[in-house]
């Protein structure tokens, strides 16, 4: 098992710049969702991947988009930054829903300036 | 909506001893499932146990339990022989059955003192 790699680690962006941050999932995994995580808060969810297709999404904006592609490989894109996108972002993965746990990935700290 | 409150932002304990890190969660469903993770340094989020709502007996992984109380809504963890390793943060996490998104407290800073 490799379990879930992020890249990249560290980003700083300027506002209104877009971003896109990538995930890979643990291998067997078909479930990919990603969080954000504000400092000093636990993280909230955005949205959730199964097989290729969006199937739940938590209060984000439309400016937060994703791609999940066919080896579950998993992207988050984010348009129009603005300083509150300021945190770690975390993708996890699992198989099927995450009722016997995820496997999170180490995160991608993002700097919006 | 389902809420989840850890209502101790840090907690200290010597190594080798016994530490509780509280939680409570409301919710009106009844599938439902409990977890505790924890997040060091390092940021990757850790499974340290699970509990699902319809089990009554408390879930225990070596060092770690949890006290269940679904009537109260109380799901606490107890870390015993505390290891230097074991300080991170420890968030508690909820997810209701045919959802998909966990809910997480704030979080809990454990600090183990040698």
């Known amino acids: 098992e490799t379990g879930v790699t992020q890249s990249p680690t560290h980003l700083i962006k300027t506002r209104g710049q877009q971003v896109t941050l990538r995930c890979s999932s643990q291998?067997?995994?078909?479930?990919v969702s990603w969080y954000q995580q504000a400092l000093g808060q636990g993280p909230q969810f955005i949205f959730q991947y199964y097989r290729e297709e969006e199937n739940g999404r938590g209060n984000f904006p439309p400016r937060f988009s994703g791609l999940q592609f066919p080896n579950y490989s998993s992207e988050l894109n984010v348009n129009a930054l603005e300083l509150d996108d300021s945190a770690l972002y975390l993708c996890?993965?699992?198989?099927?829903?995450?009722?016997?746990?995820?496997?999170f990935g180490s995160g991608t700290r993002l700097t919006v300036v | 909506a389902q809420t989840v409150t850890q209502s101790q932002p840090e907690m200290s304990v010597q190594e080798a001893e016994t530490v509780t890190l509280s939680c409570t969660y409301d919710?009106?469903?009844?599938?439902?499932?409990l977890f505790w993770y924890k997040q060091p340094p390092s940021r990757q989020m850790i499974l340290v146990i699970r509990q699902e709502a319809y089990k009554q007996q408390n879930a225990t992984e070596n060092r770690f339990s949890v006290n269940f109380q679904k009537a109260a809504k109380s799901f606490s963890l107890k870390i015993s022989d505390s290891q230097l390793g074991d300080a991170a943060m420890y968030f508690c996490?909820?997810?209701?059955?045919?959802?998909?998104?966990?809910?997480f407290g704030t979080g809990t800073r454990l600090k183990v003192l040698a």
């Open positions: 919710t009106s469903e009844s599938d439902y499932y």
């Open positions: 291998s067997g995994h078909n479930t």
């Open positions: 996890a993965s699992s198989s099927g829903g995450g009722y016997y746990g995820y496997t």
């Open positions: 996490a909820y997810i209701s059955g045919g959802t998909y998104k966990y809910i």
